[in-house]
């Protein structure tokens, strides 16, 4: 067996001596508390586990940056690290940031007992899976129990999630294992429904606005489809930051069980709820590291769907050069984890490959993303057809998944729902349930006021559009924060063009933010003729 070489006396630890590796780990702190008051300091840093401790009081209890302490108030306990300040706070002062206040509601002033927090628990099974071992389902459920319960800091979940997302190292097995403990440790819903249906999209393609589409088609057909959506990370619109535009996203348990008992449907955020709150912080620690394991964004998935008491799952794996999934084997990969996942859930399971050369829609942004849906809702003579007839397909497909029609009737069914206007009612309905305005239009969206025409300097065909360079202009514009700042496409691929045409219409809300992105925008190509 390989051993691990220490370079300074020359001895060796085999991997089948992990557990007192570990041991050393063990008592490095003594048991003693300590009091502070609390002090808000109004900065929010993203995560609401981190507190700061004057140099002073970390001198005289000899607390290190980084250091996990518990901390207690009025009978309740959680666990934090701490960094250490000179100035930003007093010494018998406790800083707590703006998310942390937010969090758990600690008044300024109150007094908090605090204490070094033992090693977590499940550090053991961390450190075997570093040596190659295969972890017991106990083992990942108290992983992700001490992820939740914030006993585990971003580094010691990034020594987890190195080894744990490559799928040489994790076995089958163990990702179902890990699936089921990211939803357990959340809240599981129950619809009462025989056939609870979601769509799914894997991401990464600017556009490709399907899911307000999609459900209110299927939910016309009176089948339960409660879908819950994220907000944009690095994308220029999330689901729920284009649906914010026209309606109320953010709702508790309670509420959106009432709103699927009344129209079967339901389009929320997800980060309102407590699904699977162990992928929140998995997403935040891969997102500072720059990755996206595939086998990590099938379990996020899985996990989710899981958690909503799905079963029945139309996964859409859209495949361009400049997204997320940029070849076709890549994407059959992961379309196998998802299906043999499905199986072991029960889920009823199609995932859709579909190869894209760009953008599906013409909005690029929250509001202009919602324009092309709605316009395709309600018909409009200017809808995106690519953007109606991913829809429709993907809605037919969900439909015969479901039972609801024949095989191969899908389609023509979707399309009817939306040619008769059944499908734009439910929107209506869903809209209405949701806290928006019932006299709903495409063209009553509000856009950036600041408005630049990028025309063409010759004539040529668009060849192809850069999906990154397209999303990293729009986030200069303002996306996904201003929700009316974003990018029309006035040509897509394959589309010829005069000179003098309009290529691509930028919108803001900001002057200063428009007049950023025309300097960017000297050094990006968006489209490209060659």
């Known amino acids: 067996m390989e051993q691990i070489k220490n370079k300074k006396d020359n001895s060796s630890l085999s991997a089948n001596h992990y557990p007192a590796f570990i041991d050393s780990f063990k008592n490095r702190k003594m048991a003693h508390h300590f009091f502070l008051k609390a002090r808000s300091v109004d900065i929010s840093t993203g995560r609401w586990w981190i507190v700061l401790i004057n140099e002073v009081d970390a001198q005289r209890l000899g607390i290190m940056p980084g250091d996990e302490l518990k901390l207690e108030w009025d009978s309740k306990t959680t666990e934090v690290a701490c960094d250490i300040t000179k100035e930003l706070i007093e010494p018998g002062e406790i800083g707590l940031f703006a998310d942390i206040l937010k969090q758990y509601h600690i008044k300024e002033g109150d007094l908090v007992k605090l204490s070094f927090a033992k ?73 009462g429904q025989k056939i609870v249906a979601v769509k799914h999209s894997a ?228 809209v209405e349930a949701q806290g928006g305005n019932t006299l709903l239009d495409s063209e009553s969206l509000s856009l950036g006021k600041y408005i630049y025409e990028v025309r063409a300097t010759n004539s040529g065909m668009i060849k192809s559009i850069n999906s990154r360079n397209l999303v990293e202009l729009c986030r200069v514009l303002g996306a996904p924060e201003l929700k009316g700042s974003g990018i029309y496409l006035n040509k897509l691929v394959k589309e010829n063009y005069k000179k003098g045409d309009v290529l691509f219409t930028l919108y803001s809300e900001s002057d200063q933010r428009l007049s950023l992105a025309l300097e960017v925008l000297e050094h990006l190509s968006i489209y490209s003729n060659s």
């Open 119 to 191: 090693r977590a628990p499940s550090l053991q099974a961390i450190y075997k899976k570093l040596f190659k071992k295969s972890l017991t389902y106990q083992e990942i459920k108290s992983i992700v129990n001490d992820i939740v319960s914030y006993r585990l800091n971003d580094i010691e979940i990034a020594f987890f999630i190195a080894p744990a997302f490559d799928e040489k190292n994790f076995s089958e097995k163990e990702l179902y294992y890990l699936t089921k403990a990211i939803a357990e440790t959340g809240e599981i819903l129950d619809f």
């Open 203 to 430: 991401g990464g393609l600017p556009g490709n606005r399907i899911t307000p589409i999609i459900v209110p088609i299927v939910a016309s057909f009176g089948i339960c489809i409660p879908k819950t959506s994220s907000r944009s990370i690095t994308s220029a619109a999330g689901t729920a930051d284009a649906l914010e535009t026209i309606m109320k996203v953010e709702f508790t348990t309670k509420e959106i069980y009432d709103l699927v008992k009344k129209n079967n449907s339901c389009m929320v955020w997800g980060g309102a709820l407590k699904l699977a709150p162990a992928d929140d912080r998995f997403i935040q620690i891969t997102h500072s590291l720059g990755i996206e394991p595939y086998s990590k964004m099938v379990v996020s998935v899985m996990a989710k769907q899981v958690a909503m008491g799905v079963t029945h799952l139309i996964i859409d794996l859209p495949v361009e050069k400049t997204a997320k999934i940029s070849d076709m084997e890549t994407a059959k990969k992961i379309k196998e984890i998802f299906l043999r996942l499905s199986r072991r859930f029960h889920i009823k399971s199609e995932v859709v490959i579909s190869k894209s050369n760009g953008p599906i829609g013409r909005g690029i942004g929250p509001a202009l993303e919602m324009r092309d849906a709605l316009r395709v809702l309600q018909q409009k003579d200017n809808r995106p057809f690519d953007l109606e007839a991913k829809s429709v397909k993907l809605a037919g497909k969900l439909l015969e998944l479901t039972g609801k029609v024949k095989k191969n009737q899908g389609e023509k069914a979707a399309l009817d729902s939306l040619i008769s206007g059944m499908a734009f009612k439910k929107m209506i309905q869903i």
